[in-house]
């Protein structure tokens, strides 16, 4: 077993020993991010979205009930909330927005936004959302806000702060998004299908990219994590493989991340890297884990 550890480069993650938290019974916990000391959990099964803060050493979380954000029937400006789907978040935006949101995203094709400095969730307006068909995603990028239409088969971006305007089509023709996953942004676009294809656009255009299968498959992909500028790495999360598959931009394996021993990544449902600090923070659907980011040659 170690030999094959070896060969097929399964780097053990030792720091899974105790969560930072724990769901209650029947969660299932499917989306995390990280801001600051901030950590935002979506939980699908739940229908809420609930916050939790880390003390200043990033090592616990002194309260672990957690704060609900959003949650499925609330009333928001007049508006009922639907079941959430999807979450990113919004940096402040130089000389339009000085203030960093939290975006949720409903299943009747609406945005909420919260910000931590304001007391209750508000409706986002955005321009032609009533023409949306089936949104299944949203992703910030540089400020612009990225909606993926499953319905239309189009990305719509609307850049900075401008959500009154018109959004511009991505793509130069409809794309099948039918069996999308998770989608994310590097400058490029990179979506995940439910088969565990991954699929790479640039300028509007689908490029060639699969991902190196010599060492195997991914047995049930479930989230994408595509590494910034400093960190040119894809994460594909494995919930029935309970570990982390990396490659390169290129599609090359690299390695794979796995718990050292026992299952504690049973279940598991989602990834957030914390670029900044080099932590990834790893989600199942009952718990909550920190882990540092292995660096050597990541």
């Known amino acids: 077993n170690r030999m094959l550890q070896d060969v097929m480069r399964v780097e053990p993650l ?7 938290v724990q769901f209650p ?21 739940r229908q ?7 003390d200043s050493s990033l090592e616990i979380v002194p309260d672990a009930s957690g704060t609900v954000v959003l949650s499925q029937g609330d009333v928001v400006d007049g508006v009922t909330v639907g079941p959430l789907l999807d979450m990113t978040w919004q940096a402040p935006i130089t000389g339009i927005q000085d203030r960093s949101a939290l975006l949720v995203l409903d299943d009747s094709n609406r945005v909420f936004r919260f910000d931590p400095r304001v007391e209750g969730p508000s409706v986002l307006d955005l321009a032609d959302s009533d023409k949306w068909q089936d949104v299944r995603q949203i992703e910030v990028y540089q400020g612009r806000l990225y909606v993926a239409d499953a319905g239309t088969g189009q990305i719509y971006r609307f850049d900075p702060g401008q959500y009154e ?7 130069a023709q409809p794309v099948n998004l039918s069996d999308m996953r ?117």
């Open 48 to 54: 809420v979205v609930e916050s939790f803060r880390l």
């Open 182 to 298: 998770t989608m994310r942004i590097d400058g490029e676009i990179w979506i995940l299908l439910n088969t565990g294809q991954v699929l790479r656009y640039f300028d509007q255009q689908q490029v060639p990219f699969s991902l190196d299968n010599s060492v195997g498959l991914i047995e049930q992909p479930i989230d994408l994590v595509v590494g910034d500028d400093t960190n040119p790495y894809l994460y594909l999360v494995d919930r029935a493989g309970e570990r982390i598959w990396v490659y390169d931009k290129n599609g090359k394996y690299t390695k794979q991340f796995a718990a050292a021993e026992g299952h504690p990544l049973r279940g598991l449902s989602g990834l957030f890297i914390e670029d900044v600090t080099d932590l990834m923070y790893l989600l199942t659907d009952s718990s909550l884990y920190k882990h540092p980011l292995p660096l050597d040659g990541q």
């Open 165 to 171: 305007t018109a959004p511009t089509p991505w793509f």
């Open 25 to 45: 019974a029947g969660a299932q916990a499917s989306q995390v991010l990280v801001i600051d000391q901030n950590i935002y959990v979506l939980d699908t099964v």
């Open 14 to 20: 030792y720091g899974l020993v105790s969560p930072l």
